[in-house]
């Protein structure tokens, strides 16, 4: 609760900071929406796993999609032999500009295929289907089109709509604080994020926090690359840390499309082995 305030503090204190600085494009919104000459240039949350603190430009749409990811996976801890393999298909975040400073964004799982087997018992499963919804809200402290650096408070909450026991059909949500800055040719992300999420007990529910740093640079005026370290933590001892270095390629296409390309390898033995992944991005 006192991190749901303080969100609702920060996003009230900008929304106050923006209206007095009568910025030339505070006049559109969702229903007036910003002139081409005036959009800023395309900013995403993809490829890697720390968001962008740039909000999608009042009145437009954007939509970032996950082509296809694959997951592989071998545990071979404490005697077990057990493989875990997966794949997730259109993935996509769709995004909706509300204000200068603020957009809606609908994360839907179109189509997961995840499968374990077993090597010491033979026993497989797999399951398929449609996955999770999660609604988040972005709100651009500072920083959208000036500056060097930038800065998002980003609220959300995941619905549970998954077929064939994919997720765990409860109500999760919480916030993420992402942060961007200029250093020459290079781009920088920090990012931190608290979730709260239902326990292994199905009891109630615990903290979980998540951290990645990326960096970017551009190749040529059309591709860039990254890298980026990424890990998240349970609040409770004892528990394992996911870590992964994620690495991957971006290349635009005019002004509205981006391609990329790339994979997150685990560096822990509770992450995946790696999570190859190829995907796109159009804004209109």
Same mark, same amino acid.
């Given at each position: 609760m006192?991190?749901?305030k303080?969100?609702?503090?920060?996003?009230?204190?900008a929304n106050?900071?923006?209206?007095?600085?009568a910025? $030339?494009?505070?006049?559109?919104?969702?229903?007036n929406?910003?002139?081409?000459e005036?959009?800023?240039?395309?900013?995403t949350?993809?490829?890697?796993? &720390?968001?962008?603190?740039?909000?999608v430009?009042?009145?437009?749409f954007?939509?970032?999609t996950?082509i296809?990811?694959a997951?592989?996976?071998?545990?071979?801890?404490d005697?077990?032999n057990i493989r @875990?393999?997966?794949?997730t298909f259109?993935?996509?975040n769709?995004?909706?500009?509300?204000?200068?400073?603020?957009?809606?964004?609908f994360v839907?799982?179109?189509y997961n295929?995840?499968?374990?087997?077993d090597?010491?018992?033979?026993?497989?499963? $797999?399951?398929r289907g449609f996955?999770d919804? &999660?609604i988040?809200f972005?709100q651009?402290?500072?920083?959208n089109?000036?500056?060097?650096?930038?800065?998002?408070v980003?609220p959300f909450?995941?619905i549970p709509?998954n077929?064939?026991n994919l997720g765990n059909n409860d109500? $999760?949500?919480?916030v993420?604080?992402?942060f961007a800055?200029?250093?020459?040719?290079?781009n920088?992300?920090?990012?931190?994020?608290?979730?709260?999420n239902?326990?292994?007990?199905?009891n109630?529910y615990?903290a979980e926090?998540?951290n990645?740093?990326t960096?970017?640079?551009?190749?040529?005026?059309?591709l860039?690359?990254?890298?980026?370290?990424a890990?998240a933590k349970?609040l409770? @001892?004892g528990?394992?840390w996911?870590?992964t270095?994620?690495?991957?390629l971006?290349?635009?296409?005019?002004d509205?499309?981006q391609?990329d390309?790339?994979?997150?390898?685990?560096l &822990?033995?509770s992450?995946?082995d790696?999570?190859?992944?190829?995907?796109?991005?159009?804004?209109?």
């Amino acid at each position: 609760m006192k991190l749901l305030k303080l969100s609702l503090s920060l996003m009230l204190a900008a929304n106050c900071f923006q209206a007095n600085a009568a910025h $030339e494009k505070d006049q559109y919104n969702l229903f007036n929406p910003t002139p081409k000459e005036l959009m800023r240039p395309l900013a995403t949350d993809r490829p890697d796993k &720390t968001e962008s603190p740039i909000s999608v430009d009042a009145g437009h749409f954007q939509i970032e999609t996950d082509i296809v990811t694959a997951a592989f996976d071998r545990d071979n801890r404490d005697g077990n032999n057990i493989r @875990s393999r997966g794949a997730t298909f259109a993935l996509s975040n769709i995004k909706f500009g509300l204000t200068n400073h603020s957009d809606i964004q609908f994360v839907v799982e179109t189509y997961n295929i995840a499968s374990v087997k077993d090597s010491n018992t033979g026993i497989e499963e $797999e399951a398929r289907g449609f996955g999770d919804v &999660t609604i988040r809200f972005k709100q651009n402290l500072w920083g959208n089109d000036e500056g060097k650096t930038a800065f998002a408070v980003m609220p959300f909450v995941k619905i549970p709509s998954n077929q064939d026991n994919l997720g765990n059909n409860d109500v $999760e949500g919480g916030v993420i604080f992402p942060f961007a800055i200029e250093l020459g040719d290079f781009n920088m992300g920090i990012m931190t994020q608290l979730n709260i999420n239902r326990n292994e007990k199905d009891n109630g529910y615990e903290a979980e926090t998540f951290n990645s740093i990326t960096v970017a640079r551009g190749i040529t005026d059309n591709l860039s690359m990254f890298t980026e370290l990424a890990m998240a933590k349970t609040l409770k @001892s004892g528990t394992d840390w996911p870590m992964t270095f994620d690495m991957g390629l971006t290349y635009t296409i005019g002004d509205n499309i981006q391609l990329d390309a790339g994979a997150f390898v685990g560096l &822990t033995d509770s992450a995946d082995d790696i999570n190859p992944f190829l995907g796109i991005t159009y804004r209109l």
